[in-house]
């Protein structure tokens, strides 16, 4: 079956089976591989990506399913060589060792924060209590997430002031 | 309260607030891995590139009467399915361990345990193999499976090794350390005795990446490209040449990113030699990943000790001797991945941080209906095991002396003049001060204020807990005269190349999941030789670019491969110093050392800096004789003794008493891992081990039920913690370098996995103490809490 989506704000078609898992349709039909693949049980979400902003596990979600939607990886979480606050708070605050979790908790981090700009500790961590991450114990991600928050981009902003 | 550390900035770097050598930097790899561009063995799409998958058995154990893989075949998609028989004719049908046994890669005559490799399918597609799994007919004779280690070696018992001619029984080893008849007369003699069995619960590592590879043989020059998920690339390829004849100079294993490995990615499992087999066999690459059940039922498992533990003390509270027979089911086959001589790996440490009179253990090894494994989960060779025991062991007596836990400890902590301290099971412990740690944790904890607190709780029936763990680690292994896996001794090279602008290349044998090397490896240089991190590149992870050495697991990076880093870089300076002479037309014995260049004694502005010395070295310089003319050298590390990195563990929980549910309030960790490189890291290596440890003592837990169903293949099943079951985790350090090692470090990647679960398991029982439980085994579940309280046996899960 032919499926559209709009990929990091790329419009793209392709010919596809009607049961391929999104997560798979993203890594091997587009070649994402920052978006992976962790669990048969949608427990651990490091397939996590936005599909119309929201956070949704991609192994869990049929490619066939996203047509017609917005798709956010990690790949299109920067803008040019201009990274995204949430990915430089990961680094300013060491929240990712092994790197296998971390697309998927900054995306979940990227749809908090363009919901609640201002999280508190116990927010960031129900944000992400869908997600394992074996490396960090967490409290380095929280303190990403908030370093983010205290760091937003220029055009949040902007936005922020419009808003206000 | 909070602990900052500072390092002297460099003067020559020009911006006080970074630091050139130790001290928090970010990480070196980060950038790639925040933008998603990591490159892990499932991103390797090759041109013409297979996909197989195995055929896993269903049933713990049975003889296989008949494969049938017509339907199979006739498959789209699919291009050779590869069974036993096959591999039989191939001479691969068994690949040896990790510990002198034998693995069966596929089923030839018996399935031995539940998830056991049966077929391989290699396909056009990652969804064709597996529909073509389906379609293999398998006629199991199903038999009689040895689920409960206590009964495996009961006479009658099903005899799961029966293809070893004259085998018997399901017996493998018998190991023992110190001296029984010293330890029994202590014991004898002894006021108070206390007795208890401790299971440690098989557990497994559960990386966020499974274990996977990819294939490619080139047939015209015979040679393979191997991409695995490795811990150990140049160990793996020297087997790889031992079991497929494939010459060890034609093989190339590449472990590219590593999406966590905590040891389950030190062994080849079947899956790897499947991927090479198919490559051979179709002629094109082949790619294998597992699926998460593959991962957590068949690749190595950890701990399932059964310990009868017993201390012996004055009535006073000075602990004289501690004693223990164990029981280790190794599942079906001998897979343990430890040093030869050690056959429980390094449980002998089992004295723990105490100054005793006497100990011994003995350990008997079993076979059982379960995936084989055994020392794979951050545990530094069964360390893991060693501090349960004697940590719960202390608690336990405290508790029966009517003493406070941490006083109990701080009286029989070896002293810090003690040290290098002999153990009475063989070890040297190279240093510590012990109490200093232990009353900073205390300190941090408010541990006072905490009992107060506790006793005003219990007083409204309230179930709060205090917990303490104090462990030494021993890690690093290790020294050649004793340590070896299947016969390479276990020491680890570092070559070093300054390129003539004064860029640099270090590469390194030991292979990261995780922890940094990129980063590490490059500051050690950097406080050596005065290069800023950033222009060090490191490399890792191909065998074809870096030089032998026996990779990463048991907290071996930094003691082993970090010393040989620090002794190629001081290499390096040396020679630059006869490079520096050279060029000032002065004598070598003239110059002096500050970070990052010679200058001569007395007159510091008359210097060159390493960029100009490296510039000095590759170009038109006179050089002295016997120096040639390059900034390169390379060294082999053979540590002479192991590293010993303790800590005091702190561990506040609440429980329900309406639910047994557990929550881990607060949990204070102290470490000394002796010289701190980057202390970011660091705090992220002990994060990642304390939840470890919350799920290892509350949740994780591989069980089976009596037909030898594994309970924990999923991570439905199989429970890890998220962010919800973890707190702020509160950190400090003390500060006693190793006196052997080139930099002082000790290692640090697992002693939180060691030294958590004691401490969270102590305040467990403290919590329900006033209810009369003296011990409970881990996981802590709810249920398994609600059945202590109510005073009855732990439930099977």
């Not at chain 2, 950890?302 to 599942?331: F, P, S």
């Not at chain 2, 501090?387 to 508790?399: T, Y």
């Not at chain 2, 999941?513 to 240089?525: L, M, N, P, S, Y």
């Amino acid at each position: 079956m032919q499926i559209s989506m709009t990929v990091n704000g790329d419009e793209i078609t392709r010919e596809s089976e009607p049961r391929v898992l999104l997560v798979h349709f993203i890594r091997d039909e587009l070649r994402l591989t920052g978006t992976h693949w962790g669990c048969d049980t949608s427990n651990c979400g490091t397939c996590v990506v936005l599909m119309d902003g929201v956070p949704v596990k991609s192994c869990t979600v049929l490619a066939a399913m996203a047509d017609g939607h917005a798709i956010t990886t990690v790949e299109g979480l920067a803008t040019g060589t201009t990274l995204d606050p949430v990915q430089q708070g990961f680094m300013e605050e060491h929240g990712l060792q092994c790197g296998f979790c971390t697309p998927g908790m900054m995306l979940t981090a990227r749809a908090l924060l363009d919901r609640n700009p201002h999280p508190d500790d116990t927010e960031i961590r129900e944000a992400i209590s869908g997600q394992i991450c074996r490396c960090t114990g967490y409290a380095t991600i929280v303190r990403s997430v908030k370093w983010a928050a205290e760091h937003p981009a220029v055009e949040e902003n902007a936005e922020e002031e419009v808003t206000a | 309260m909070t602990i900052t550390e500072t390092h002297a900035p460099n003067p020559a770097a020009g911006d006080a607030d970074r630091p050139i050598g130790y001290g928090r930097i970010q990480r070196k790899e980060d950038p790639r891995f925040v933008r998603g561009k990591g490159h892990y063995v499932d991103d390797i799409v090759l041109p013409g590139m297979l996909h197989g998958a195995i055929l896993r058995s269903p049933v713990a154990h049975a003889r296989l009467v008949s494969i049938d893989t017509t339907r199979a075949l006739a498959h789209p998609g699919v291009v050779a399915v590869i069974t036993g028989k096959d591999l039989l004719g191939l001479k691969l049908a068994w690949a040896p361990t990790l510990s002198a046994d034998v693995q069966a890669v596929l089923v030839t005559d018996k399935v031995r345990f539940q998830g056991q490799e049966v077929a391989f399918v290699i396909a056009e597609d990652r969804y064709a193999a597996r529909d073509a799994l389906e379609l293999i007919d398998v006629d199991y004779d199903v038999l009689t499976p040895v689920v409960d280690a206590r009964h495996a070696l009961d006479p009658g018992a099903p005899v799961i090794r029966d293809e070893i001619e004259g085998r018997t029984d399901n017996h493998i080893f018998d190991w023992e350390a110190g001296n029984a008849a010293e330890t029994d007369a202590v014991f004898a003699s002894a006021d108070v005795i206390v007795k208890q069995e401790i299971v440690y619960p098989r557990s497994h590592p559960a990386p966020m990446e499974t274990c996977g590879a990819v294939a490619d043989f080139e047939p015209i020059e015979g040679a393979l490209t191997l991409y695995e998920t490795s811990q150990a690339p140049h160990a793996h390829r020297t087997l790889f040449a031992i079991v497929s004849g494939i010459p060890e100079h034609k093989i190339r294993i590449v472990s590219p990113d590593i999406g966590g490995g905590f040891g389950n990615k030190v062994g080849i499992y079947p899956g790897y030699i499947l991927a090479v087999v198919g490559s051979i066999v179709t002629g094109r690459p082949v790619k294998w990943v597992e699926d998460r059940s593959e991962n957590l039922m068949s690749t190595s498992f950890a701990r399932d000790y059964i310990m009868q533990g017993e201390i012996a003390a004055t009535k006073d509270g000075k602990i004289l001797a501690v004693r223990t027979n164990v029981l280790a089911d190794h599942g079906a086959f001998n897979a343990t991945a430890q040093p030869t001589k050690y056959p429980a790996g390094f449980f002998h440490i089992f004295t723990g941080s105490y100054d005793l009179q006497a100990a011994h253990c003995k350990v008997t090894g079993v076979y059982t209906n379960k995936a084989p494994g055994g020392v794979a989960y951050a545990c530094s060779f069964r360390v893991t095991e060693a501090v349960l025991l004697v940590e719960r062991m202390v608690d336990m007596l405290a508790q029966k002396l009517e003493m406070d836990p941490a006083e109990l400890r701080l009286k029989n902590l070896i002293k810090p003049e003690q040290f290098p301290y002999k153990n009475k099971t063989g070890w040297e412990y190279d240093s510590g001060n012990y109490e200093r740690a232990m009353r900073l944790s205390m300190e941090i904890a408010g541990y006072d204020d905490l009992r107060r607190e506790q006793k005003e709780k219990r007083a409204r029936g309230e179930l709060m807990g205090i917990g303490i763990s104090f462990f030494t680690e021993t890690v690093g292994a290790g020294p050649r005269k004793h340590m070896d896996i299947v016969g390479l001794g276990m020491a680890d090279g570092a070559e070093l190349r300054i390129h003539p602008t004064g860029k640099a290349v270090v590469r390194i044998s030991v292979q990261s999941q995780g922890q940094g090397h990129e980063t590490t490896f490059a500051q050690i240089v950097a406080e050596e030789i005065g290069i800023p991190p950033e222009d060090i590149d490191v490399v890792h992870g191909d065998t074809d670019q870096t030089p032998f050495g026996l990779g990463t697991y048991g907290s071996r990076s930094t003691p082993v491969s970090g010393a040989a880093v620090a002794l190629v870089a001081r290499k390096v300076r040396e020679k630059a110093k006869f490079i520096a002479a050279a060029m000032l037309e002065t004598r070598p014995e003239d110059l002096e050392w500050e970070k990052g260049r010679w200058f001569v004694k007395g007159d510091p502005s008359v210097g060159k800096t390493m960029a100009e010395i490296a510039m000095g070295a590759h170009g038109t310089v006179a050089l002295p004789e016997g120096i040639d003319g390059n900034l390169d050298a390379e060294v082999t590390y053979d540590p002479p003794n192991l590293t010993f990195p303790f800590g005091a563990y702190i561990c506040v929980v609440d429980v329900d008493p309406g639910t047994g549910h557990v929550k881990v309030r607060r949990f204070i960790a102290v470490d000394d891992c002796g010289t701190r490189i980057n202390p970011m890291i660091i705090e992220g290596q002990v994060h990642g081990g304390l939840t470890d440890g919350v799920g290892m003592a509350l949740m994780q837990f591989i069980g089976f039920d009596e037909a030898g169903n594994n309970l924990g293949g999923s991570f439905m099943d199989y429970l890890i913690p998220t962010s919800m079951e973890v707190p702020n985790w509160e950190t400090g350090f003390t500060v006693t370098p190793s006196p052997h090692h080139p930099i002082g470090a000790k290692g640090v990647g697992e002693s939180a996995t060691v030294g958590s679960p004691p401490a969270i398991l102590n305040a467990v029982v403290d919590a329900l103490s006033p209810l009369g439980v003296t011990h409970m085994d881990i996981p802590c579940t709810p249920a398994r809490v609600w059945a202590a309280m109510q005073g009855r046996a732990t439930p099977p899960i």
